[in-house]
């Protein structure tokens, strides 16, 4: 049916001001009733904020090189041409990509860190968070903050909530253990929560198995998803299509969203997504390896229905996404202090090496719009890389940078924004180091502390075992040898002292905690060599 025409108000002011002869002062208020009304997708509104993290994933689980050569252009390895992921490739496409972006070594230390911008070893969340029984290990510090995160610490969602953002949380939580208030991401800040709990494994990704619901895994059973049980929708699907719904609502009631999904892929269990199966079925490569692929093209695939779902809003231009992994690749593909899983770097989760902990970064608007205002203030260059050091302890500033909200004084921040990074320049205020420490056992490395300060790389065992391999000091310079192949340390002993003085510095300016002497004794900080 064709709607009846109706004259446009601007026509007929214009036609009474020449009849009639109007003032000019009833004109001007005539044209400024004519000014059109604009859409939310229109207006300079706050940038809408996407937190894109993949569990367990690693900087070499991706079609997209992210390792460069010795001029700064992308280097392709082995790898890159076994996994798919043409989501990310549109992602680094139009912005750009960090190829030495930082997290922890395992995954509720990172979480945290994104949380509240501050170091592991600030907020002493050190650690997985075991939800059932305390998992610091037999000389584990007595005091890491096993609990995690409580109501009233200040968030970067809870800021955002204060502001007026809808914050949205979906998938994986594992903020805090099953008994604090903090298992759930509603008590920290967040405004929805789907899917989010105390655990990092999901029960099940088959909803056919109700995502873990009635199953010897129950414990770590997925909520909140009770309409897809007995379906063939995969988690990750499922988690997209909430995602989707949430991200709608804000949009329908015009408001900007800090959306934080969390996919629970790619961590184990490695249960094969039927979707994508057939693509690895030839690879050569085991049964668990073509399912880990699976969970990555899966999640790939989920990224790029959120870039699309943006634009079916009108909010793409308006979005900023940040694309992450939480630590080093889990991918079961050999020794974790190997060249295997992450090669050619060394290493995976858990590991002291580079594979441990260095993850893929992508930050882009979800749809290149020059004339957008939030564009103009960050314009990001398509398809670049680049080469400072960060770490996922610098989201918390940035995403509060970019959408003009402050934190509190007196709460303690250790990143600091990347902003002028976005643009592709280089930010010479910043420091270039970086801290991890994991005073935990039992992982794939135990009780150890690394820092990073430019080119060079140190190690500290607190506990070393038998052999050359595990020695109490490693050191490396990643410009020369960026595979940690050679342990410099009795080759530079100058060196190797004036990184352990910044190892310590580090950890005492941080309130670093240390692993114990022996069961039930005391701490144990780092000796210089």
Excluded at 119 to 139: C, E, K, M, S
Aim: with cysteine; aromatic share 10%; net charge negative.
């Amino acid at each position: 049916m064709t709607e009846p025409h109706t004259q446009h108000p601007c026509r007929t002011i214009f036609l009474m001001s020449n009849a009639t002869h109007l003032t000019r002062s009833l004109l001007v208020l005539g044209l400024a009733l004519c000014l059109p009304v604009l859409t939310a997708a229109e207006q300079d509104s706050p940038p809408n904020i996407m937190v894109f993290l993949v569990d367990d994933m690693g900087v070499m689980d991706t079609s997209v090189p992210f390792l460069t050569d010795a001029a700064g252009a992308p280097k392709r390895y082995p790898l890159n041409d076994y996994y798919r992921t043409p989501g990310m490739e549109r992602l680094a496409a139009q912005g750009i990509r960090f190829n030495q972006f930082y997290a922890m070594s395992v995954c509720s230390p990172t979480r945290v860190s994104i949380m509240t911008g501050q170091n592991a070893a600030r907020h002493h969340v050190t650690n997985w968070i075991n939800p059932d029984q305390n998992n610091r290990g037999p000389l584990g510090p007595d005091e890491w903050n096993w609990q995690g995160l409580s109501p009233g610490d200040i968030t970067l969602p809870g800021l955002l909530t204060k502001a007026g953002y809808r914050t949205i949380h979906v998938g994986k939580g594992h903020f805090g253990n099953r008994q604090s208030r903090g298992a759930d991401p509603a008590n920290l800040g967040f405004t929805d929560n789907i899917a989010g709990a105390s655990f990092g494994a999901p029960g099940s990704y088959y909803a056919a198995e109700n995502f873990g619901w009635g199953t010897k895994r129950e414990h770590h059973a997925v909520p909140h998803l009770e309409k897809y049980h007995g379906s063939e929708t995969f988690l990750t699907e499922a988690l997209t299509i909430e995602a989707k719904e949430r991200v709608s609502e804000a949009v329908s009631k015009q408001q900007p969203f800090y959306l934080y999904f969390s996919h629970y892929a790619v961590h184990a269990p490695f249960h094969s997504d039927p979707r994508f199966a057939e693509h690895y079925a030839d690879s050569g490569r085991s049964k668990p390896a073509q399912a880990f692929a699976t969970l990555i093209e899966g999640m790939d695939k989920s990224l790029n229905d959120m870039l699309d779902h943006f634009q079916q809003l009108g909010v793409a231009d308006n979005t900023l996404v940040f694309f992450l992994g939480d630590n080093g690749s889990d991918a079961p593909l050999g020794h974790q202090h190997e060249v295997a899983c992450a090669a050619p770097l060394r290493g995976k989760k858990g590991a002291h090496y580079e594979g441990g902990m260095r993850v893929p970064f992508i930050a882009a608007w979800a749809q290149r719009n020059d004339r957008k205002k939030a564009q103009q203030q960050i314009r990001i260059p398509a398809g670049s890389i680049h080469p400072q050091i960060s770490a996922v302890y610098d989201l918390f500033p940035t995403i509060l940078d970019i959408t003009s909200v402050n934190s509190p004084e007196s709460h303690a921040v250790d990143g600091s924004s990347m902003r002028r990074m976005l643009t592709g320049q280089m930010d010479n205020s910043r420091g270039q180091t970086f801290l991890m420490n994991y005073p935990h056992a039992p992982h794939r490395s135990d009780y150890f502390t690394v820092y990073r300060d430019g080119d060079w790389k140190v190690i500290y065992h607190y506990h070393p075992s038998a052999g050359s391999e595990n020695a109490r000091y490693q050191l490396y310079n990643l410009a020369g040898d960026p595979f940690e192949s050679s342990n410099l340390a009795e080759q530079e002993p100058g060196r190797l002292r004036e990184m352990m003085q910044g190892l310590i510095a580090s950890m005492h300016s941080h309130g670093g905690q240390y692993p114990l002497d022996k069961v039930g004794g005391r701490a144990t900080p780092p000796v210089l060599p």
